[in-house]
C-alpha cells in the first residue's frame, strides 16, 4: 500500500505546485479552468500508478475538485485555508491507498520496469514529492503567512527583482538535501551565514529584522519537517539493493 500512496502523493504535489501555474490559481473562480486542474490531477495520478482505467483515480480527481472547489468559491485564501486544503487532500490520497492498495503492485511500472529501476521509482517519487513540498509549496506558504506583516518597504524591495522569494527556495533546498544526507548540523551553519549576509541590509530597522526572522525561521521550519517526513517515509520502503543486481 505505501507505493500506491507514494505515487499518489507525487502526483498530487506535481499537479498542484508544478502544473498549477499562477494564472490557473488566479482564474480558478472560472469552471474551465477549474476542470483543467482537475483533469491534470487525474492525469498525474494515472502516469505515476501506471493505471490509466481505474476507478479510485477518477474517484480521486472528483474528490480533489470538490475541495478546490470549497476552498476557491468559500474565499478561503489565508494560510490557515492552505494548510486545510492540503490537509485534507492527504487524507483523501490516504482514504484511495486503502481502498486500492494494489494500484501500484498491478500498474504497467511494475510490470514493465526491471530491477534495479522499478524498486527504485518509489524512492525518487518519495524524494520528488518531499521536494516539491519542502520549496515550492513552501514558498506559497510563507507568502500567505507574511500577508499578515507586510511592511511598506519589503527589505528586498531595493534588491533583485524575486531576489528573496529566490533566496528562499535556494535556502529550502539546502535544508532538504542536508537532511536527507544526514547533515543536519549543517543547517546551523546556513542559519549563520544568512544571518550575516542579512545583517546589513536590516540593522537599526526593528520591523524590517521581525519581517526576516520570521520569514526565515518559518521557511527553516516547514523544510525541516518535510526533509524528516520524507525521510520517514523513505524508511518504510524495502532499501535497495543496487549492488547486488549491478556487480
Known sequence: MVETLIALLFAHT????????????TRKRHPGVLLLHGSLVLLTAQITTGQFAALPLLTLALLHLMIDSVKTYGGFTGLTGF???Q??????????ALWSPSLWDTGLWTAR?????GAALPHLFTVGAG???AIRAGGFAIQLLMQGHALSDKPE????PGGGATIGHLERALIFLLVLAGQIAGIGFLVAAKSILRFGTISGD????EYVIIGTLFSFGWALLIALGTQSL????PPLEITAQWP
Not at 490537509?87 to 484511495?96: D, I, P, R
Not at 524591495?157 to 533583485?160: A, E, H, V, W
Not at 526593528?206 to 529584522?209: I, L, N, S
Open 14 to 25: 506535481v499537479a498542484d505546485f508544478v502544473l498549477q501555474p499562477n494564472w490557473m490559481v
Open 83 to 85: 494548510l486545510i486544503d
Open 113 to 117: 520496469l526491471p530491477d534495479p529501476m
Open 206 to 209: 526593528r520591523k524590517a529584522t
Open 157 to 160: 524591495d531595493n534588491g533583485l
Open 87 to 96: 490537509a485534507t487532500h492527504l487524507v483523501v490520497l490516504a482514504g484511495v
Open 234 to 237: 523513505l524508511a518504510t520502503l
Open 131 to 133: 521536494a516539491i513540498l
